[in-house]
Every structure is written in C-alpha cells, then in structure tokens.
C-alpha cells in the first residue's frame, strides 16, 4: 500500500521559514518523481514543486521560485519543501505527491497517490 504521510505545517511569520517533510513508502519510493501541490480555499489545487528520486532534478512554479526548495534524502525516502520568505498568499494546504511517470504532464501533473495534506498558515 502506497503511503505518504506530511509533517511540518504550522503557523509561520512572512519573511520567516518553515520546512515541510513528507515520508514515503517503498512503493511510493519506487516512483519518478515526488511533488508538492498546494490548494487554499475557493482556488483550484496548484503545482508547487518536484523531484526526480533518480537525479535529483528539480521543478518550480513560478510563485515560488527562488524562496522554496524541494529536496530529497533517498536513505529516509523523504522529500522536504524548505519554505523561506513565505508570504500570506502561500497559506494553503500542502500536499505531498507520488509520479510514476507514465501520464501526460510529467513531472507537473499526473501524480498517481497523494498525502493526506498538512495545513501552512503565513501571518502578515
């Protein structure tokens, strides 16, 4: 059973930092790529961010670049999203993603199995 489980959400100043983690099974870990999504109330959920397990190669929407990094620790099958400056407009409920690859939109869509979501709320 595939299994992903978030942590690290929380209530964080704008400007400050917040690290989210996100644990995977060995069958997620078998997957290409994890990602973050991310959904707030009355909007579509969003990309975040990816990972390829195997490279390393990473991906980011626009909004977030240059403030968030996503990385990964293959020895913990962990990936982590390191939010620094977040402003009020990335509060939301964060999501942890699993890609097999095999859809269309890799690596920003077409994620096969999702965390449960850990809430982020950024004061201004």
């Known amino acids: 059973q595939v299994q992903l489980v978030e942590s690290g959400g929380g209530l964080v100043q704008a400007g400050g930092s917040l690290r989210l983690s996100c644990a995977a099974s060995?069958?997620?870990?078998?997957?290409?790529?994890m990602g973050w999504f991310r959904q707030s109330p009355g909007k579509e959920r969003e990309f975040v961010a990816a990972?390829?397990?195997?490279?390393?190669?990473?991906y980011y929407a626009d909004s977030v670049k240059g403030r968030f990094t996503i990385s990964r620790d293959n020895a913990k099958n962990t990936v982590y999203l390191q939010m620094n400056s977040p402003k009020p407009e990335d509060t939301a409920v964060y999501y942890c993603?699993?890609?097999?690859?095999?859809?269309?939109?890799?690596?920003?869509?077409?994620?096969?199995?999702w965390g449960q979501g850990t809430q982020v709320t950024v004061s201004s």
């Open positions: 993603a699993a890609n097999s690859g095999a859809r269309a939109g890799y690596p920003y869509a077409g994620y096969d199995y």
């Open positions: 060995e069958r997620a870990f078998s997957s290409k790529a």
């Open positions: 990972i390829r397990w195997y490279d390393g190669n990473t």
